[in-house]
């Protein structure tokens, strides 16, 4: 066949590191041109392969090399890029540019995470999620690595991999994949009091995200602002969607790791694909120096939260997500995080885990993307000019040109140069250290149950009751009864009735001794205090021929104009005919929708008779009502509510003018889930 691609072609380049390869001949890494792909070189028609097929080698080699070592937490994850921009300079107290240049434009890649399962595993897990941003700044990139959980389940690292240990699957069979209902991690947990206050929180509805776009981060460990004139503070980072904090109920969340394993992924690709570009507000909650010892707990505890009704969360900037990757692997999996990223007026503190931390990452780097020169990755270059002496070592890219490659040289007039700290080189803040050589810990960090006894205090009563459902289902699945029991005496320090529950529903004897005199609770904790819209939230239209047309068209527009995201669901693909000529195109089916996958049901149903059809859509409205989702129907689909019992229900909606039935939709839509029903 004539090959029509001009063989003069220029070898195009989007810039030094994204290549498009379309359009363009295959050739061999060398650039040699290949003149046939899938055929091997072999002696004769039917004969062996012949070594010397350098092209088969080649290629096979490199397929055999595809993969590296995934991340030994937080293997799963998905990334964006993005770009922050600061409200008010934070000059008082930090010198980080990056916080004080309200002008700038700073960009980030941000990857979110599970913690637990295999590169493999599912979205929606019950876990915690990493929350990890790569702010790309003139002064070097800063990296700040969170959570979506703001305490951590140990005080000190070196307890990290045995806590990683029990929770990830069991060494013996490797099983269950991505879950903590299992002996080993709650053997863990009743013998480690000190993760109690975590363990709450794992077993709250943070750990089920509704989305990525719908979760906070927190940079749980305090670290230091510190001003151009040397003083320092205390901070701790937040990171506050614009949509709110909300969460999936567990049964949702459970069948969604079979309906679409991705479902995390696909919502925050599809959001940034539509435009509607995830928004987070970065905080900061601020100690000066002196007030260090004010709390009833340690600041460098990272079990502990400072609570927002006692140091108010400063609204500092806000990121926007505004471009999925390229190449998954080339971005999101290449990418290496680091807490000791930081820029001049970020500082660490004695946060034994914070400590442990700045060990870990790079350490770990060095194994999984294989050797010391991880930097000149595309996605982990500084976009700030960077030199210094350090040479050579695997997949080295940059040719450095020039005999000198040592400090204290007069061959290139002693460059590169440190630079002081007046013209922007990194000064470590000058905390006075003193102290025997000690394996002890302060006792300061020995109040396990205060905070989770907090936690509890501020949950409403559907968070109460999620909580105990989740400890219901994880410790319900641990076999060892002793195990079951040693954990329903923890919890007992936390609150006795929480304890009590969950031992009936576990089969082991309630505890009659227990509980705790805490009485504080702080209201910002219950995601019933958070931001409520019904943007980006999909909602699935189910409709068939003979709809009402002017009816069903008048409400779509009116949701599409509020932002929601209306998804059509008929009996097959395709064009679905309503009343006085108004079409609409079905782009899910009978086979491929799940009312897991959205946010609200719109029940028009139409005339159809088809039984898979009708079936389908009564599945769907069941579960939807189950899930306290918002139900809206009309016509034939309003007959429905009847059969089960759902009408004027709490959420669903009926009656009314098209534009009235919409805007009372997008208020209910709005509300999350109805959890009074
Ligand atoms: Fe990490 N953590 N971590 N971590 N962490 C890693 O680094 C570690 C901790 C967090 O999307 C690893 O590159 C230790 C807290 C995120 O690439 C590793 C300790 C918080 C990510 C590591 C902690 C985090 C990681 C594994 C306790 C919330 C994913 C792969 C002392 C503030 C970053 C890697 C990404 C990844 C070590 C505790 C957040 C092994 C030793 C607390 C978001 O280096």
Redesign the pocket.
């Known amino acids: 066949m004539a090959d029509k691609r001009n063989s003069n072609e220029k070898d195009e380049q989007l810039d030094v590191f994204r290549v498009v390869d379309k359009g363009k001949y295959m050739t061999t890494n060398q650039g040699l041109k290949v003149s046939e792909d899938e055929l091997s070189l072999t002696a004769g028609v039917r004969g062996p392969t012949i070594m010397e097929d350098f092209h088969f080698r080649e290629k096979m080699t490199h397929f055999d090399h595809e993969r590296i070592p995934e991340?030994?937490?937080?293997a799963r994850?998905f990334a964006a890029h993005g770009e922050f921009e600061l409200y008010e300079s934070m000059e008082k107290y930090t010198k980080a540019k990056i916080f004080t240049d309200t002008s700038k434009k700073t960009p980030t890649f941000v990857?979110f995470?599970t913690v637990n399962g295999a590169r493999g595993s599912a979205d929606t897990a019950r876990d915690a999620r990493?929350?990890?941003t790569k702010f790309y700044t003139d002064e070097g990139n800063y990296d700040l690595?969170?959570?979506n959980i703001p305490v951590?389940f140990i005080q000190d690292?070196i307890k990290?991999p045995d806590v990683v240990h029990s929770f990830k699957p069991e060494p013996h069979n490797d099983i269950p994949q991505a879950s903590t209902a299992h002996d080993n991690f709650w053997d863990f947990v009743a013998n480690n009091p000190e993760n109690a206050h975590m363990v709450m929180w794992i077993m709250s509805d943070r750990a089920i995200p509704r989305s990525f776009r719908m979760m906070e981060g927190?940079?749980?460990?305090t670290f230091r602002f510190v001003n151009k004139n040397g003083e320092a503070f205390f901070v701790k980072f937040h990171w506050k969607p614009v949509l709110g904090t909300h969460s999936l109920i567990w049964d949702e969340a459970q069948k969604l790791m079979g309906i679409d394993p991705d479902y995390h992924r696909n919502d925050l690709w599809d959001a940034i694909e539509r435009g509607d570009y995830p928004e987070y507000e970065l905080g900061v909650q601020i100690v000066p120096q002196e007030d260090e010892f004010k709390f009833d707990f340690d600041l460098l505890d990272?079990t502990k939260l400072i609570p927002e009704e006692e140091v108010p969360v400063k609204i500092i900037g806000k990121m926007k997500l505004t471009k999925n990757v390229d190449n998954f692997f080339a971005e999101t999996e290449q990418?290496?995080?680091h807490p000791a990223n930081v820029v001049p007026g970020i500082d660490f503190t004695n946060d034994p885990?914070l400590q442990?931390?700045l060990f870990?990452?790079v350490d770990?780097?060095l194994i999984?993307l294989g050797g010391p020169n991880f930097h000149e990755i595309p996605i982990n270059r500084p976009i700030c000019p960077f030199h210094n002496n350090q040479r050579d070592g695997y997949h080295r890219q940059t040719i450095n040109v020039g005999r000198v490659n040592y400090h204290r040289n007069s061959l290139a007039n002693n460059t590169p140069a440190p630079a002081s700290p007046e013209e922007g080189g990194y000064k470590h803040y000058e905390e006075k250290v003193e102290g025997k050589k000690i394996r002890a810990r302060s006792k300061s960090f020995t109040d396990f149950f205060s905070q989770a006894t907090m936690f509890w205090n501020s949950m409403s009563a559907p968070e109460k009751q999620h909580i105990i459902d989740a400890f219901s289902f994880e410790l319900g699945k641990v076999k060892s009864k002793s195990v079951r029991k040693q954990n329903v005496e923890l919890f007992a320090n936390v609150n006795l009735e929480l304890a009590q529950i969950i031992a009936r529903n576990i089969g082991v004897e309630p505890p009659a001794q227990g509980g705790s005199t805490v009485t504080k609770a702080s209201p910002a904790l219950s995601q019933l205090n958070t931001p409520m819209s019904a943007k980006t939230r999909k909602v699935a239209v189910i409709l068939s021929d003979g709809f009402d047309g002017p009816y069903v068209k008048t409400v779509l527009g009116a949701w599409i104009t509020a932002g929601l995201v209306p998804e059509i669901i008929s009996e097959d693909l395709g064009m679905v005919k309503g009343t006085n000529g108004v079409t609409l195109e079905a782009t899910q089916n009978v086979y491929t929708a799940q009312s897991v996958l959205y946010d609200a049901v719109f029940m028009v149903r139409g005339s159809s008779t088809d039984k898979a059809f009708n079936e389908k859509a009564a599945y769907f409205l069941d579960e939807a009502f189950r899930h306290k989702k918002t139900i809206g129907a009309i016509g034939e689909g309003e007959k429905w509510l009847d059969v089960n019992n759902y009408t004027n229900k709490p959420g669903v909606i009926t009656n009314g003018s098209a534009t009235d039935f919409a805007e009372r939709f997008i208020k209910a839509v709005a509300m999350h889930r109805h959890w009074n029903r």
Do not use: K, M
């Not at 991340?71 to 937080?74: D, G, P």
């Not at 927190?218 to 460990?221: E, K, P, S």
């Open positions: 991340r030994v937490v937080h994850g990857r995470s990493g929350f990890a690595v969170a959570n951590f690292g990290f927190f940079g749980v460990n990272a990418v290496a995080f885990l442990a931390r870990s990452y770990t780097q999984r």
